[in-house]
């Protein structure tokens, strides 16, 4: 995976190679607490996720924590879209209260402009993430 993402130049900066891997990462495992029955449930599945990653930086076991990746996914294909999903909507309604308290504030044109582009883009992220969901769940259907 790093490979076909990062070029020659920067391979060996392990910063940006951590950056990328915990991005990666976070938007596959993305549960929050309320997903879990109990907090030790919940830190336990962080504590997996960081496990997971720290291998992945450290380039340990690499084939098959992708291999086990690629199944989560498969296997969690709907709750990881509801949870971006859920995500962009916590975005657009933060942009659109920002947006609400500039205005009662009196903002300048350019910060109205810039929180009505984020928000439009955060919908239509929305959009096409629950038009993925769906293109997602027709073709995991198809191969049961």
Not at 13 to 29: T, W
Not at 63 to 89: H, M, P, T, V, W
Request: net charge negative; hydrophobic share 35%; aromatic share 10%.
């Amino acid at each position: 995976y790093l490979k076909n993402t990062m070029g020659a130049g920067s391979a060996s900066n392990s910063f940006s190679k951590e950056v990328l891997i915990r991005r990666r990462i976070s938007n596959i495992y993305n549960k929050r607490e309320e997903d879990f029955p109990s907090l030790r449930e919940y830190n336990d599945y962080l504590e997996e996720v960081e496990d997971m990653t720290f291998k992945l930086v450290e380039g340990i076991d690499v084939l098959d924590i992708e291999a086990n990746i690629a199944k989560y996914q498969e296997e969690n294909a709907e709750q990881i879209i509801n949870s971006r999903a859920r995500k962009a909507e916590e975005v657009a309604r933060s942009l659109r209260e920002h947006q609400d308290e500039a205005t009662a504030v009196g903002p300048s044109d350019m910060f109205f402009q810039k929180s009505s582009f984020l928000i439009s883009w955060t919908e239509s992220i929305k959009s096409l993430t629950m038009k993925i969901l769906n293109n997602i769940l027709s073709l995991v259907y198809k191969l049961k």
